[in-house]
């Protein structure tokens, strides 16, 4: 019997998109299914900003009338406008473990693309915010943290075998807090404090507006030279901060400045997927509760790391020096015993080398795979650090 599509578009093809993930993983101890409001966020344009400019489309995929497979494809035409050739992405890729099912699935997606004039396929990725969601697990199969890709070994072969190559690797740090060099860092406080008056201030929901304005300037700032930026507008991150403030911390979420102009960011949250766990991927309002229960009985967390960036004018100054100085207090070691810096490129070695100061290592390896999908269209990886 022939493969069937069907195009997400009711209530019950949702069901059948988000059941194939149980399929896949009902007998991986560590896998925990992601949020489903999180994922049909991505497709819609009242939470994704992305579809103002863009197109997105998801299907489920049937073999004698039970899903085995399923597949999201997208475009962004704002940013397409500015590369050299149109790139068309997929994600949200699961598939059982048969080949032809998961070549179906990427010829489904490319027909899809092509029509929309992608010539190179991006994959597995997230439809717009790039710190989620993004890139195919090859290393550290681990629980994952939220939002957080995770994938049997097996999908690999699949890319690869289909003709997907490698573009970029995004590793997540993880480092346990006690053995991060404060001493050293303080050091250099004591330094910067005798040539710049430096504050550094946490997060307060009570001045949203002056805490998203100055994230925004370091952030555009400090990633304004990479091929995939897009500017970050307040309103954005006020958005994300109003929908994150039932778990977050003010204590580990907080901006530097150097004499009164903001210099550097850090954002972390605490990672509450283990706890998310019993709820299969459906946070529904009587499953809330529970949720919130356990969270307050909790009292250690992993802190995830959602952003940290450095502002030109203040790098090799010490600025990430004195937000880890004013965050590294007895409570947060204690509360945070381990910190994951999630999301980071290889390639990015202004990062890599921060990161690394603060005794952290590389636990786990996402690649970001490219097919052409035109001829003499090649594909130009960054650069690789990490065996995988």
Same mark, same amino acid.
């Given at each position: ?67 085995? !497979?399923?597949? %999201?494809?997208?475009?962004? $035409? ?9 790139? !068309? +992405?997929? +994600? ?23 029509? =929309? ?34 994938? *049997? ?12 190559? *490698? ?19 303080? /050091?250099?406080?004591? =330094? ?11 997060? @307060? ?25 897009? *500017? ?15 778990? %977050? @911390?003010?204590?580990? /979420?907080?901006?530097?400045?150097? @004499?009164?102009?903001?210099? %550097?960011?850090? %954002? ?42 450095? $502002? ?5 100054? +010490? ?19 381990? /910190? ?49």
């Amino acid at each position: 019997m022939a493969l069937t599509f069907t195009e997400v578009k009711s209530k019950k093809d949702w069901k059948a998109f988000h059941k194939v993930p149980h399929l896949v993983y009902r007998d991986d101890p560590n896998w925990i299914a992601p949020l489903q409001g999180d994922i049909e966020g991505v497709f819609d344009p009242a939470v994704n900003d992305t579809l103002q400019d863009g197109e997105a489309v998801c299907y489920v995929m049937f073999d004698e009338g039970q899903p085995v !497979g399923r597949i %999201a494809a997208f475009v962004d $035409h704002a940013r397409n406008r500015l590369q050299e050739h149109p790139i !068309g +992405g997929i +994600g949200f890729f699961e598939c059982l473990e048969e080949e032809r099912y998961a070549f179906a699935l990427f010829e489904k997606a490319r027909a899809w693309l092509q029509a =929309r004039g992608a010539e190179v396929m991006d994959g597995p990725i997230n439809f717009g915010e790039r710190g989620k969601f993004w890139g195919l697990l090859v290393k550290g199969f681990d629980p994952p943290l939220v939002q957080e890709n995770y994938h *049997p070994e097996y999908y690999r072969k699949f890319f690869e075998d289909w003709g997907f190559q *490698p573009l970029e690797q995004i590793l997540t740090m993880k480092g346990a807090t006690r053995e991060i060099p404060v001493d050293r860092l303080r /050091m250099v406080m004591e =330094r910067m404090r005798r040539r710049y008056d430096i504050q550094t201030l946490k997060l @307060d929901y009570n001045e949203l507006p002056k805490f998203t304005a100055d994230f925004c300037e370091v952030y555009n700032a400090a990633f304004s030279k990479y091929g995939h930026f897009k *500017p970050l507008q307040p309103a954005q991150v006020i958005k994300i901060l109003k929908e994150a403030k039932p778990i %977050a @911390d003010p204590h580990i /979420m907080t901006i530097t400045y150097f @004499d009164g102009k903001p210099a %550097a960011f850090c %954002a972390l949250l605490p990672d509450i997927n283990e706890l998310l766990r019993f709820a299969k991927g459906k946070l529904n309002w009587w499953k809330l509760p529970k949720l919130l229960w356990s969270k307050s009985r909790t009292k250690q967390f992993a802190a995830k790391g959602i952003g940290f960036g450095v $502002h030109p004018d203040y790098q090799n100054k +010490g600025a990430y020096a004195a937000i880890i100085d004013d965050m590294a207090t007895e409570r947060n070691m204690y509360r945070y015993p381990y /910190m994951y810096l999630t999301t980071v490129r290889a390639h990015n070695h202004e990062a890599v080398s921060v990161y690394k100061k603060l005794a952290v290592h590389v636990d786990r390896i996402h690649i970001a795979y490219r097919k052409p999908l035109k001829e003499g269209v090649t594909v130009e990886p960054f650069e690789f650090t990490e065996p995988y």
